[in-house]
């Protein structure tokens, strides 16, 4: 009998969890129970002659289908915490968990979403969806129909057979979360996955999101440069202190989604928190 190994784990294939169902591992988790920690996490860049503390004792609890948007000062080691997170960059110290299992390097129950697309120009919208089924095994007529499900659920059934250079830049970033979402990973990662769009689409991007993440209860860490986004996605907001970033205030979001950014209560967080921006960008 054919076998899979998953993180280190074996499952049989009449019972096993695939690599495109790593969600399955941590299916006893309940919904606003831990399902992440990241403990006292440190990374120090070196050179030949310095070295550099780009985050220091950065401790962080993340509930079963929470949202958590990380902001900060700019350079001040987001997207270092996420590749750390992601299993792309060791850490200097400290620890990593989803459930039970520690991450040290990338692994199929991390899903990443990044800022600069990271699509196969020479496949088509559906073909770039398929990718990582394809390297799992899904079997092609399951993965077509996944594939398809999650193209529309990003609004682009009518590009499946599109090629990327075809596409815009939002519809690109729809096709990278896609390709994410339809492996089912545990948490998803997304790196500034807006950054680079227009302002209607930014908004029209994250009121995709929302959607999406409404219907399917994922686990998401999103990294933004955007008060406005953090606030408008997020069930708390993590604010970074400058570097070395450690946390400075988490800051939780009250109301449903989707919310109003024309509420006073929207405006006024909005306001808090980019006042405890304010103070770490202060110039020494």
Partial sequence: MSEIKVEGERYKAKDRVRLDRTDELFKDIAEGEPIMNIEHLRVVYKTDNAETVAVEDFTLQVGKGELISIVGPSGCGK?????????????????????????????????????????????TVLKNVEFGMEVAGVPKEERRARALKYIKAVGLEKFADSRIHELSGGM??????????????????????????????????????????????RTIIFVTHSVDEALYLSDRVVVLSKRPSTIYKIVDVPGNRPRDRTDPKFTELRKTILGYLEKQNVME
């Fill in 79 to 123: 997207t270092t915490i996420l590749r750390s997170i992601a299993g792309l960059l060791q850490p200097t110290s400290g620890k990593i968990t989803i459930g039970n299992k520690e991450c040290t390097s990338p692994g199929s129950d991390r899903g990443m979403v990044f800022q600069d697309f990271a699509l196969f120009p020479w496949r």
């Fill in 172 to 217: 690109k970033q729809r096709v990278g979360i896609a390709r994410a979402m339809v492996m089912h990973p545990a948490v998803i990662l997304m790196d500034e996955p807006f950054g680079a769009l227009d302002a209607q689409t930014r908004n029209i991007m994250q009121e995709m999101l929302v959607k999406i993440v409404e219907h399917s209860a």
